[in-house]
């Protein structure tokens, strides 16, 4: 049927169809454009969106991201000290101020000598009031050698004066410290003592007998004593005995062969002897455990000499 034969009725019903969807246009391309919202106000047109204005895709705006707490500083741990460094040993050096080497230098030890080692007979002797034995007061091994010992009290006693003589061999024969004892090892003043039938040293024992045959002759000892006490305020491995000609009294000695005694190898000349004489020095120390332990011998020794100031 043609456009021309549609009833009326048709024709009303679409035009308002038609109508309609022309006010429909406007406000789908504004929506189609993206806009802000529909036009307030138009006649036929859809009630505006409410009056904010918030694009349409703004509707569901995504949360804003929360501020990320800053980590907190890690507290900073302590170093832990170092560990000092153990201080060398420190040895002189020949540049040191007033030091000197000295080379060929003989070494010995002597000690305070201990009156239980003898065997002796017990007699009175000038200087002290009780009685001592006989080989502790004048053999080679006793005071009048080492210039102080510890009696069998316990108390430390030792030579006043060397009086008049010097020292003899074990047959009688005199010798000297200055010649080198040439004339033989001593073995006991040159008074102080008994004569056998040959000449020849002995002394009374103090369990009896005698020790080298019966005793002829005695031979005094004029101006020699004794004292209690110690001679000299010395200390173990730190006093040597020394010749002043040689080493000045109160000089600082370093020993090389000594460095783990104990106190670095440091001495201080504080002490002479008759048999120590020229290059030699006397080194004092406790008593050894045995009378049969005779000490240290060196010889060609290199020590440091600081020498004390005059």
């Known amino acids: 049927m043609t ?9 009303s019903a679409l035009a308002v169809a038609l109508a309609g969807a022309a006010s429909l246009a406007p406000a789908a391309s504004a929506l189609a454009a993206g806009g802000a919202g529909l036009s307030p ?28 707490a800053k980590p907190k500083p890690k507290p900073r741990a302590k170093p832990k000290p170092r560990p000092k460094a153990k201080k060398k040993a420190t040895h002189p050096s020949p540049k040191a101020p007033r030091g000197v080497w000295l ?13 239980s080692w003898f065997v002796g007979a017990l007699v009175a002797t ?14 080679a091994s006793g005071v009048s050698m080492e210039g102080e010992g510890i009696g069998l009290d ?7 004066a060397l009086g008049n003589g010097g020292w003899v061999t074990a047959d009688g024969s005199p010798t000297d410290a200055s010649a080198g004892w040439s004339g033989g090892p001593p073995y006991w003043r040159a008074g102080g003592l008994w004569r056998n039938s040959h000449g020849a040293v002995t002394f009374p024992l103090s369990a009896g007998g005698w020790s080298a045959g ?17 001679s000299l305020p010395l200390h173990f491995y730190q006093s040597i005995a020394v010749d002043p000609s040689v080493i000045p009294l109160d000089s600082r000695v370093y020993i090389p062969a000594y460095r783990h005694d104990g106190h670095g190898g440091w001495f201080i000349a504080q002490d002479t002897g008759g048999a120590i004489t020229g ?28 020498r004390a100031r005059e």
């Open 126 to 139: 000038p200087g002290l009031a009780g009685t001592h034995r006989i080989d502790w007061l004048y053999s």
């Open 214 to 230: 019966s005793g002829r002759r005695y031979v005094s000892l004029p101006g020699v004593s004794f004292a209690p006490g110690a």
């Open 41 to 68: 106000g138009a006649t036929g047109s859809i009630t505006t969106l409410g009056s904010g204005g918030a694009p349409l895709g703004g509707l569901d705006p995504k949360p804003k991201p929360k501020p990320r």
């Open 154 to 160: 316990g108390r430390m006693y030792h030579i006043d």
């Open 3 to 11: 456009s021309a034969g549609r009833p009326p009725l048709f024709r």
């Open 279 to 306: 290059r030699h020095i006397d080194v004092y120390r406790n008593p050894p455990a045995s009378p049969s332990d005779s000490g240290q011998f060196l010889t060609g020794v290199k020590i440091y000499v600081i």
């Open 103 to 115: 080379h060929g230098v003989a070494i010995t030890e002597y000690w305070p000598a201990p009156e």
